[in-house]
């Protein structure tokens, strides 16, 4: 069984509550962020809000947004 791609729509008369979107996350140059598989970074570049380029020491990677395994420190 697969996920769907699209979002489930929250209906008015729903008694339940309607999901919480969060911000999307923001990062700029210099920043200091841990990643799931990567460990500990700095930003060394960003692309229009698309990715940000990332120092992890070892590698630099370039990680595509939405940022969900990527947290600023």
Same mark, same amino acid.
């Given at each position: ?26 990062? %700029? +140059?210099? !920043? ?7 460990? /500990? ?10 990715? %940000? +380029?990332? !120092? ?7 990680? /595509? ?9």
């Amino acid at each position: 069984m697969t996920k769907p791609d699209a979002p489930k729509r929250h209906l008015p008369t729903s008694p339940f509550k309607a999901p919480v979107t969060s911000a999307p996350k923001h990062f %700029a +140059l210099g !920043d200091q962020v841990t990643h799931d598989m990567y460990g /500990l970074g700095r930003v060394i570049g960003i692309e229009d809000g698309i990715a %940000a +380029l990332v !120092d992890f020491g070892s590698a630099q990677v370039r990680v /595509l947004s939405p940022y969900t395994k990527m947290i600023k420190l």
